[in-house]
Structure formats: structure tokens, C-alpha cells
């Protein structure tokens, strides 16, 4: 199974791509790519670098719409440490 359903969206399991040896670095991309956006950049920065493309994941952030780093800055900033964590 290449993805899982969900109603009418197609959701990609949850996987890091990574490459290069170093210092780690994390790309992290907007809600509406992937980790794909980075492709053309991955050899660059693999040179240097453990570069980690993590894929999207999705968390809800209560009183928060399209800018939570705006709306809820330490709900955001919680949430992406937890992120950045599981990697």
C-alpha cells in the first residue's frame, strides 16, 4: 500500500529522507509540499551535511488558523520541539 485513505484525501505514511554525513540539518517545508521541495538542493547540502527532509505531519492547534506561529506561539514552539524530538 503505497498511502493510506482518509474520506476524499490521500495521506503519505509519515518518513524522513535523509543523506549526507555531519551536522544534522532538519528542512522543514510549508503544509502545501513535501519533501521533494528540496531535491534540487539535496546534493549541496549533503555535502556538508546529515540533512533530514522530514515529510509533513499534521497537529491541530487549538485558537490557531492559518498562522499559528502568530496566534499561538507557544503551542507552536511545543509543537515543533516534539517534532524535532522524534526525528
Do not use: C, K
Not at 531535491?39 to 492559518?66: C, E, K, S, T
Not at 506561529?69 to 515543533?80: D, G, R, Y
Amino acid at each position: 500500500m503505497n498511502g493510506l485513505h482518509s474520506g476524499r484525501y490521500r495521506l503519505t505514511p509519515w518518513r524522513n529522507a535523509s543523506g549526507g554525513s555531519g551536522r544534522p540539518l532538519v528542512l522543514i517545508h510549508e503544509g502545501i509540499a513535501d519533501r521533494r521541495m528540496y531535491d534540487d538542493q539535496m546534493a549541496v547540502f549533503a555535502a556538508r551535511y546529515r540533512v533530514i527532509r522530514p515529510n509533513a505531519q499534521f497537529r491541530l492547534i487549538p485558537q490557531a488558523g492559518h498562522f499559528p506561529w502568530l496566534e499561538q506561539p507557544a503551542a507552536m514552539a511545543a509543537s515543533l520541539r516534539a517534532f524535532l524530538r522524534r526525528l
